[in-house]
């Protein structure tokens, strides 16, 4: 059974820094995407970043490049994003992802929110 477990949300005010974590179990991790999505009130979710495998390839949607970085520990089953630089625009919830040949997968959430 697939299980992704987010943590690391909170307050921080514009300009701060968060780290998220997410510990994965129940498949196989190191032969898995991972990604992170997100979900502001009122808009639509929104894939934020992924990264292959191995941890080589990395992939930001535009508006957090050069202040997010995502990556992984295969040995931890864990995914990290750390966010620097949050903006009041990042707020939302965030999602750790995964997928199958059969369906995408998502923890419960973990809220940010920027804000002073």
């Known amino acids: 059974q697939v299980q992704l477990v987010e943590s690391g949300g909170g307050l921080v005010q514009p300009g701060g820094s968060l780290r998220l974590s997410c510990a994965a179990s129940g498949f196989t991790f190191s032969k898995s995407l991972m990604g992170w999505d997100r979900q502001a009130p009122g808009k639509q979710r929104e894939l934020v970043s992924s990264?292959?495998?191995?941890?080589?390839?990395?992939h930001y949607v535009e508006s957090v490049k050069g202040r997010f970085t995502i990556s992984r520990d295969n040995a931890k089953n864990t995914v990290y994003l750390q966010m620097n630089n949050l903006k009041p625009e990042d707020t939302a919830v965030y999602y750790c992802t995964t997928n199958d040949s059969r369906r995408e997968y998502w923890g419960q959430g973990t809220q940010v929110t920027v804000s002073s």
């Open positions: 990264i292959s495998r191995g941890g080589v390839i990395k």
